[in-house]
């Protein structure tokens, strides 16, 4: 099966400036200070024009208007209260260049998922975004793990002063949960393994600890999908083999074994008695709620969508050395930089995304349990992210595809159950 009609050029070009526009804003091209953030280079350029080039193209892939579902309503109505925060931002222009980034995102996510033939073709656009976030972790991995210490890192963490560790490790943790496509053959199965191994230890590196317990929910979930579906076999045996390993391991380093010690120092590069201290998410999130409450009128119109940290870190930096790099929270984000009215719409995205969670059971049917069970994981971790981070708020990175992909194809649910009997065979 194909995935656009043969003829509809415009759509595979679509898809190819979907995979571009996923390519740039996840691959680190350079290491720019905070203040250079204000400014655009030769890498800005080329972002704001993909970006311009696949609004319009989104645009142009919809027939009709009419079609739009209220997952692809939402995403519009996101990207007018993200431009309308410009308006009154005090730094407009970075606000109308994030603002484009998203608008190319959502509505060419919105056109491709519209255009697809059948339900074969969503698995075709899942498994794109996939292989394209698959070959960034890839390139940071390798780029940033042969590089250099920085000489002014109190902790080694991998992608520490040339990429985003939380970034990272995040973008690993989604790849996570979306892997887990069913495959025939079985040795094909188990060799999917190797990229799923590789993103854990990435995740082990970043010392990061929300995206190593989005792992475990990850691989709790599976168990329960295969445990529904009777299927108990090699599967089980190697996600207990996992948990058994991670916990021995951890155990054993609490306990101060000389050669787990010396394992976390070889992949490390660091002292092994260097300990990850807790961050301060709270104080950060007490700074936000400080600049709110003395500026209420910035709760109804927000400082401009993405720019919290120019805001946040004049008052942050009173009672921190450390540089926030957003609110640290989902809510609290949109609350910040779009007021009220991005409240709204950060609620309605949860909202919506809430149905992969709550009717998985009549999804199931539409979807089968393959594709309906990696957006059910994809939304979980959607929630649990949001917590901490700010998975949609601020610039695009290629997780902020994925979620809204799973959101818009909500929409299409009724069409693809049209089509379930000719396509079943390839979720």
């Known amino acids: 099966m194909k995935l656009f009609m043969d003829n509809d050029k415009f759509a595979k070009s679509g898809l190819v400036l979907w995979l571009a526009l996923i390519l740039i804003t996840g691959l680190r091209f350079r290491t720019r200070e905070v203040d250079e953030s ?5 890498v800005v350029v080329i972002q704001i024009i993909i970006a311009l080039a696949s609004a319009v193209v989104g645009f142009f892939l919809t027939d009709n208007f009419k079609k739009w579902g209220y997952g692809a309503k939402i995403i519009l109505a996101y990207v007018i209260i993200a431009f309308a925060s410009g308006i009154f931002s005090p730094y407009p222009r970075l606000v109308f260049g994030y603002t484009i980034l998203l608008a190319g995102a959502g509505f060419l996510t919105i056109g491709l998922i519209q255009r697809t033939n059948n339900l074969h073709g969503m698995l075709k656009l899942e498994k794109a975004w996939l292989i394209t976030s698959l070959f960034i972790i890839l390139t940071q991995f390798v780029t940033v793990y042969f590089s250099e210490i920085p000489t002014n890192a109190e902790i080694n963490r991998l992608g520490e002063g ?7 490790s995040f973008l690993c943790a989604y790849a996570l949960g979306v892997s887990f496509i069913n495959i025939k053959n079985k040795w094909i199965s188990l060799l999917f393994w190797i990229p799923r191994l590789l993103l854990i230890a990435i995740i082990l590196l970043t010392k990061t600890r929300m995206p190593l317990a989005l792992c475990f929910i ?20 190697l996600f207990s083999a996992l948990f058994s390993i991670l916990t021995i391991a951890a155990l054993l380093y609490s306990l101060d074994f000389p050669f787990i010690k010396e394992l976390f120092y070889q992949l490390n590069r660091q002292d092994p008695t260097t300990i990850y201290t807790l961050t301060g998410r709270t104080a950060i999130w007490a700074t936000t709620f400080k600049i709110l409450l003395n500026n209420f009128y910035r709760c109804l119109i927000g400082y401009g969508y993405g720019i919290s940290r120019l805001i946040l870190n004049v008052e942050y930096s009173k009672i921190s050395i450390a540089y926030a790099f957003h609110t640290h929270n989902y809510f609290l984000e949109h609350l910040f930089n779009m007021g009220i009215l991005g409240l709204t719409i950060a609620l309605l995205f949860i909202a919506y ?4 969670i709550t009717n998985y059971n009549k999804l199931s049917v539409y979807l089968f349990n393959g594709f309906s069970s990696r957006a059910f994981t994809i939304m979980i971790l ?3 992210h949001s917590i901490t981070g700010i998975p949609l708020g601020g610039k695009i990175y290629p997780i902020a595809f994925i ?8 929409d299409k649910k009724a069409f693809l159950n049209t089509n379930i009997k000719q396509h079943s065979n390839h979720i």
């Open 38 to 42: 204000l400014t655009a280079d030769l």
């Open 162 to 168: 040339s990429s985003s560790p939380s970034m990272l």
């Open 218 to 237: 990850i691989f709790f979930l599976q168990l329960l999908f295969r445990l529904r579906q009777n299927r108990i076999y090699l599967t089980v045996v």
């Open 353 to 356: 995304a809430a149905n992969w």
């Open 382 to 384: 959607f929630y649990f």
């Open 403 to 410: 979620i809204i992909f799973y959101i818009v194809a909500l």
